[in-house]
Nanobody
């Protein structure tokens, strides 16, 4: 198992950048693919992006592609979400999640391990 804790959320203005971190406990972090999801008020949790266990492959939702970048440092047991050119519609609680699956999965049920989330608010 792996325990996940997100940090780095906050209030920013449209056009700003923000970097979220997700720290993992456990010695098997490098074996997990990691995803980022977000949930806006009144909406379902949605996929943002994913990075493979090695960090060599990433995949993004169309709404964030070109603006968001996921990276990881397996030596530090941490995965990052760099968010640039933020928009008001990016406002949400952001979650990191872990999975053992090798195949790219974008659904909530494919990720058994979740953090508690961190709030990101983008003002106009």
């Amino acid at each position: 198992q792996v325990q996940l804790v997100e940090s780095g959320g906050g209030l920013v203005q449209a056009g700003d950048s923000l970097r979220l971190s997700c720290a993992a406990s456990g010695r098997t972090f490098s074996s997990y693919a990691m995803g980022w999801f977000r949930q806006a008020p009144g909406k379902e949790r949605e996929f943002v992006g994913r990075i493979s266990s090695s960090g060599g492959n990433t995949y993004y939702a169309g709404s964030v592609k070109g603006r968001f970048t996921i990276s990881r440092d397996n030596a530090k047991n941490t995965v990052y979400l760099q968010m640039n050119s933020l928009k008001t519609e990016d406002t949400a609680v952001y979650y990191c999640a872990g999975t053992n699956t090798i195949v790219i999965r974008t659904t909530v049920d494919a990720y058994p391990y979740w953090g508690q989330g961190t709030q990101v608010t983008v003002s106009s």
